[in-house]
Structure formats: structure tokens, C-alpha cells
């Protein structure tokens, strides 16, 4: 089991950037796929992009390609969220994810544990 452990949500202006890390434990990071969600208020968790065990490959949702990049880096078991020219309609909590294998995981079930979620809040 992997135990993950979000951080760098907060408060930012529309046009603003925030970077999300996430802080891996437990199970051998650098074998898995890795991903990033996000559950805005009152609607349902939705994937937002994720990434191969090596960082070769990635894929995104289509409302964040070109403004947001996933990255990892598997000495430091950490997986990072770089988000840039933040909107309002990005507000969520944003949740760290780990794969079930080693390819990119795209889909909810691809993903066997969550971490906790760190708020991004983007005012207009």
C-alpha cells in the first residue's frame, strides 16, 4: 500500500499559478503510474492528468492542456502539478492518485490509492 500526501493548494487570482506536489511513501514509487484528480463543489471527482512510471508518457483532460503539466520526480518520490493561467472553473480539491500498474492511468479504476486533497481556490 502507498501512502500519499498532497501540499501547495491555496488561493490564487484567475491568470495565477500554483504548483501541487505530492509526497509518496510506502510502496516503490518509481514502478507505478501515476495521476492527479479533482472533485470541484458539487459535482463529482473528475480525472485531471496522469503520467508513466518513468515520466516518458503523460495525458491530460482536455481543459487543461497547454496550462497544466505533470511531472515526477521518482528519486524524491514526489509527483508534481504545475498549473499555469489558473481559471475560476479550476477551483476543487485536487487529489494525488497511484496506478494499479506502470503505464499511465486515465481512468478511475486505473487507481488503487488517494491522498487526502489539498484545496485550489481561483478568484476572478
Known amino acids: 500500500q502507498v501512502q500519499l500526501v498532497e501540499s501547495g493548494g491555496g488561493l490564487v487570482q484567475a491568470g495565477g499559478s500554483l504548483r501541487l506536489s505530492c509526497a509518496a511513501s510506502?510502496?516503490?514509487?518509481?514502478?507505478?503510474?501515476m495521476g492527479w484528480f479533482r472533485q470541484p463543489p458539487g459535482k463529482e471527482r473528475e480525472f485531471v492528468a496522469g503520467?508513466?512510471?518513468?515520466?516518458?508518457?503523460?495525458y491530460y483532460t482536455d481543459s487543461v492542456k497547454g496550462r497544466f503539466t505533470i511531472s515526477r520526480d521518482n528519486a524524491k518520490n514526489t509527483l508534481y502539478l504545475q498549473m499555469n493561467s489558473l481559471k475560476p472553473e479550476d477551483t476543487a480539491v485536487y487529489y494525488c492518485?497511484?496506478?494499479?500498474?506502470?503505464?499511465?492511468?486515465?481512468?478511475?479504476?486505473?487507481?488503487?490509492?488517494w491522498g487526502q486533497g489539498t484545496q485550489v481556490t481561483v478568484s476572478s
Open positions: 510506502g510502496r516503490t514509487f518509481s514502478r507505478y503510474g
Open positions: 492518485a497511484a496506478g494499479r500498474s506502470s503505464w499511465v492511468p486515465t481512468s478511475y479504476a486505473d487507481f488503487g490509492s
Open positions: 503520467i508513466h512510471y518513468l515520466g516518458s508518457t503523460t
